[in-house]
């Protein structure tokens, strides 16, 4: 104790301070995490001194944020300073545990030790994620990655996990095939692509885990795709006006919001109806209906339904308007997005012209993920790790079916002293691969009975070929040829 006093008395005031987050830390990087060891023996007889105990130097070790969570955690081992330190306990008195909301939405947080969670409290959190996140750049990245045709994306919000939590499955929202259609299709064609039963009552947690239940590999294509490019072309036909009185008010209303579409729905070409939501409140939709789709869901990879799925803030009579419009809004696009060339905007987002660097592409059957995304958490950290020159190779590893490796790991020696590191190691295959600046410690993990490669100046090559595929060897893979 004495000795941890003298250690606190020693420190700087301002780094003091610092550390504790009394005042801000404007250097950088950032301080790192310190473990103090308070090490003791028993006093022999014949050694002088009071007590039963001699107090050692105190050991500091300091590690970055990342790695302090799994080094530094309780009945984990580590090297350092010659002594393999393990941590037996943590003392929970140097902090008190809070409870703390976090808004789903935007970044609102609330501290409950100091206000009281009440429900108005909820509400306003549920407000903020209209009135104090940006509406606009929200919408602007979902488009950008539904028109890159690379990804979907899915809308959950607050009151969807809500819903979701208490055992429901229907959504409080009115459909849209009853609050934006011009008509209820009863003279459709039969061949017009049909909405399924129900097919915009139920809320977007159970939307989804019904697509994710869904097998992607169809006879055509991505069937939960196909059904939802159905929905929604089914909701774009009960938009296409039905008689002259529908058509002329639905070109008035096409005449308000020619100036601020994006060119692709300004100009779709020929082949294409109006559609436009019958309402134009603060959640509307306006677009063009694709009369391929006419003779049932279009099979050319090319074919496209221009639209943008609006929220227009300003008609929002209040904050309760807007909430229920932007819930409108997200849960909607969810299944018109689906449609190539569907866009989710905002009204002032395109009077700034926001959507004007995107370009729509015809969606194929399902979007597909990059090698990267498709990997699961555990390949994701490691890959943030890695140096960057390794990462491709690490990924074709991942896919080879690779287990996951252990990134920049120390070697000890019987005594416990470290006495070499590497890059990674697999260390149930005893593979180590080295950076061109570890290339002395070869003999060392050599000397334990690893496998060991050592990587080129360029970290990309091993013995004359991609690194990846001597570790695929050394790990009895096989990893395909890269066209």
């Not at 809500?162 to 429901?168: E, Q």
């Not at 239940?213 to 036909?237: K, S, V």
């Not at 019958?278 to 099979?299: E, F, I």
Request: charged share 20%; aromatic share 6%; glycine share 6%.
């Amino acid at each position: 104790m004495l000795e941890l006093i003298k250690e606190i008395n020693t420190r700087d005031l301002l780094n003091t301070l610092t550390d504790a987050g009394l005042i801000p830390n404007y250097a950088f990087p950032e301080a790192g995490v310190e473990l103090k060891s308070v090490l003791w023996r028993k006093r022999a007889s014949d050694e002088p001194g009071q007590g039963a105990y001699v107090t050692l130097t105190t050991q500091k070790y300091e590690r970055p944020a990342q790695s302090a969570l799994s080094e530094f955690a309780p009945e984990n081992r580590f090297y350092a300073n010659q002594r393999r330190v393990e941590v037996d306990q943590i003392n929970m008195n140097l902090a008190k545990t809070e409870d703390w909301r976090f808004c789903p939405s935007c970044h609102h947080m609330q501290n409950l030790t100091v206000e009281a969670d009440t429900l108005s409290d909820v509400l306003k959190m549920a407000l903020q994620a209209v009135t104090s996140c940006s509406c606009n750049d929200d919408a602007l990245k979902r488009s950008a990655l539904v028109a890159s045709g690379r990804f979907w994306c899915w809308s959950v919000t607050h009151n969807d996990v809500m819903d979701a939590l208490a055992g429901k499955v229907d959504t409080d929202l009115e459909s849209p095939l009853m609050s934006l259609s011009r008509h209820n299709g009863a003279k459709a064609p039969a061949t017009v692509p049909r909405a399924q039963e129900k097919a915009f009552m139920q809320h977007a947690v159970a939307s989804l885990l019904h697509w994710l239940a869904t097998p992607a590999d169809g006879p055509a294509g991505d069937p939960a795709i196909e059904q939802l490019q159905r929905n929604a072309l089914w909701l774009g036909f009960l938009m296409v006006p039905h008689n002259e009185q529908e058509k002329s008010t639905c070109e008035h209303q096409l005449g308000q919001w020619i100036h601020r579409l994006p060119a692709h729905v300004k100009e779709p070409g020929k082949g294409f109806a109006h559609s436009l939501s019958k309402v134009s409140g603060v959640c509307q939709q306006v677009g063009w209906w694709p009369l391929v789709a006419a003779k049932g869901l279009p099979q050319d990879a090319n074919w496209m339904a221009p639209g943008v799925l609006v929220l227009d803030e300003a008609k929002a009579e209040d904050d309760t308007a807007l909430h229920l419009a932007w819930r409108q809004w997200l849960q909607l696009f969810n299944t018109a997005q689906s449609l190539p060339g569907m866009w989710l905007v905002t009204a002032s987002g395109l009077d700034q012209h926001d959507y004007d660097g995107l370009t729509p592409l015809p969606a194929p059957a399902a979007a597909q993920p990059s090698e990267q995304t498709s990997l699961n958490g555990a390949w994701l950290e490691v890959l943030e790790q890695l140096l960057d020159p390794l990462k491709p190779g690490m990924v074709r590893l991942a896919h080879a079916g690779a287990a996951v490796p252990e990134i920049g790991p120390e070697l000890a020696d019987d005594k416990g002293r470290v006495v070499a590191d590497a890059e990674m190691i697999w260390a149930p295959a005893h593979l180590a691969v080295l950076r061109p600046d570890q290339a002395d410690m070869v003999q060392e993990w050599t000397a334990q009975g690893w496998t060991v490669l050592c990587l080129d100046e360029d970290l990309t090559q091993c013995t004359a070929q991609p690194w990846e595929n001597a570790a695929a060897t050394a790990l009895g893979l096989t990893i395909e040829n890269q066209e």
